[in-house]
Structures are given as C-alpha cells and as structure tokens.
C-alpha cells in the first residue's frame, strides 16, 4: 500500500501488528531468494541482498530461514525456485490506480488470481502503461523515530535525518507519525542508507518502491473502505509481493474507519 506517506503510515502500523505473519514471512524470504539470485549470496558485495535481510531481521523471520533463503537463491542449496517480476495495472473506486508486483513462478495463475480479486472487488484491469505512467521508481528509506543507541532510548528529528542523507541524494522526507520516509532516486536508495548508517541513525527498511507522482484524493468513508478492501485482498495472494496505489486518504477519513 505504498505510494503515498498516510497509506505508508498505515501500511507499518499494519506491518506491527499483522496477524498474516506466516504469509509476510513468505514475501520477504523471496525478496531474500531473488537478491541472493541476481547479485550473488554475499551480503557484502550486494545491497540488495543486505537490506533484504534486514528487512526480514526487523519482522523477526526466524536466521534460519534467512539463510536457507540465501543458499537457495545463491544456488549453494537445493529447492530453489525460478521467479519472475510481473506488474498489473489495476483502476480501483473512484478512478485510484494501483499498481500490483507480482512475483511468480507460474505467470498463468498469477494474471487469474489478480483478475479475479480485482474483478470481485469493485476494480477494472487496466490497459499496460495507463496507470504506470502515474508512478515513479524511488528508493524508499524508513527512519524510526524513537531508536535505541547503547541500550539507551533516543529521538530522531526530521533536521537529523536531512543532514544526514543531503548529501548522499535525498529529495525529500515525508513525517509518518511514528516515522519518517526518506525519498532519493532508486539509484541512490543504498547511498541514503548507507549515510544514514554512518551517522548512527537507524533504518526499518530501504527498498525501490514505485510512488504515485500525482495523488487521488478518497474523501468518503465508504470510499476509503472499498480501496482498503481492494488492496488488502490483491495483496493477500501468494504470488503478490507489493501493491502501490495513488489514493490520498486524509487523517480523519482515516481515522472514522479506525473507529
């Protein structure tokens, strides 16, 4: 549900408490198995890899498993499977666009799972390039406010995160309430985040995401709801690894539905 900081907010809160534990789990152990595929299985000398498992490490995926990710994608162990990135271009309620990442080993049932999630949910399948030219690729970095440094709780301010990151291709960050977004060019996301790592400062995750370059506004409650209900079903399926959607719902939109 990334694209836009107030979905961003309520993707982590989302995130912290997801029940769906075992099916995050899953994403990220193929995040793990596709960087270890494409770069090689050393953390060292690919970054990919490195905040891949990261990621997983701050969603508590068992090392185990992290490792046995990383052998299969780097080919020192059995079992691996072959992936492919596929996107679909999704219009949901009230003209928002979505954009659904899809990595499968079966294209087949991937493009029928989709379909008929969307079809069912109040979405249209979309024409190839209508809704991509409505998203940019960025390097997306999640700075935690409240961080530990020597077993000491400390804050980080939104001036700390900038001084750091400046220099390193920054271009802008966005305050998510518990967090805030540092936004840089997709080619730029280990640079922030490496500058960020120098300056003491602590990350959740650094990934390239695609973010919406222009905002549909969703003003109604029950508006709100049907794009939640769509997001939430497409990104249940196992072979989806990320939804992306333009809506900007305001604080309060959000906030009646919370309650």
């Not at 690919?46 to 891949?52: E, I, R, S, V």
């Not at 970095?141 to 900038?162: C, F, I, N, R, Y």
Request: charged fraction near 25%; charge should be negative.
């Amino acid at each position: 549900m990334s694209g836009h900081s107030k979905w961003a907010t309520t993707k982590h809160k989302k995130a912290a408490i997801d029940a769906k534990r075992g099916k995050l789990f899953a994403k990220l152990i193929k995040n793990i198995e596709i960087a270890a595929k494409m770069g090689g299985p050393d953390p060292a000398g690919n970054p990919t890899l490195f905040d891949a498992i990261q990621k997983a490490k701050k969603q508590s995926v068992p090392n185990k498993n992290i490792d046995s990710a990383v052998k299969r994608g780097g080919g020192l162990e059995g079992g691996g499977v072959d992936y492919e990135t596929i996107m679909y271009e999704v219009y949901g309620p009230q003209g928002v666009a979505l954009l659904v990442e899809c990595l499968t080993d079966n294209r087949n049932r991937a493009a029928m799972e989709v379909r008929t999630a969307v079809t069912r949910n109040g979405g249209t399948m979309a024409d190839p390039g209508s809704v991509s030219r409505l998203f940019s690729r960025k390097g997306v970095v999640v700075v935690p406010k409240q961080q530990e440094k020597d077993g000491a709780a400390s804050a980080v301010t939104e001036d700390m995160v900038l001084e750091a990151t400046l220099d390193a291709g920054a271009e802008e960050v966005n305050d998510l309430g518990d967090s805030f977004e540092v936004q840089s060019e997709a080619s730029d996301v280990v640079a922030v985040r490496t500058a960020l790592q120098d300056a003491g400062i602590d990350y959740d995750s650094a990934d390239v995401q695609f973010v919406a370059t222009m905002d549909i506004p969703v003003t109604e409650a029950a508006a709100a709801e049907k794009v939640f209900r769509l997001v939430d079903v497409v990104d249940d399926l196992d072979d989806v690894q990320n939804v992306f959607t333009n809506a900007d719902i305001p604080d309060e939109v959000l906030e009646s539905i919370d309650a």
